[in-house]
C-alpha cells in the first residue's frame, strides 16, 4: 500500500536537493538556461516530433550528467575534506563525463538543426 504521507516527504526532499544544486551550482543553472534556450530554437523552427523527443532527452540528459557529477563531487568532500591527488583525479573525471556527454548532445542536437539552419538562410 502507497502511503501518501512518505510520497509527499520524498517529493519534498527531492525538491529540496532541486533547490540546493540551483543555489549553489552555476554550471547547473547554465545547463538549465542553454536547455531552454535549445527548445525555444525547437520551438521556433517547429522541428517534427522525434527530433523534439531526441531534443528533450539530450536535453534531460546533460542536466542529469550535471546532476550526477555534482553529487560524486559532494561525496569525495565529505570522504576527504583535505586536498587528495585521488579525490581530485575522481573529480576532474567526474566532470570529464559531463563535457563528454555535452559535447556528444550538441553534436546530436546540431545534426538535428543543421537543416533548419540552412532553410532559414535560402
Sequence with gaps: MIKISKLIKSFQYAGRGLRLIWQKEQNFRLQIFAGIIVLFLAFYFNINFFEFIIILFLIGIVILGELI???????????????NSRIRDIKDMSA?????????ASIVGFIIFLPYLFNLVE
Design 69 to 83: 557529477n555534482t553529487v560524486i563531487e559532494r561525496v569525495c568532500d565529505v570522504i576527504e575534506p583535505e586536498k
Design 96 to 104: 570529464a563525463m559531463v563535457l563528454l556527454i555535452f559535447v556528444f
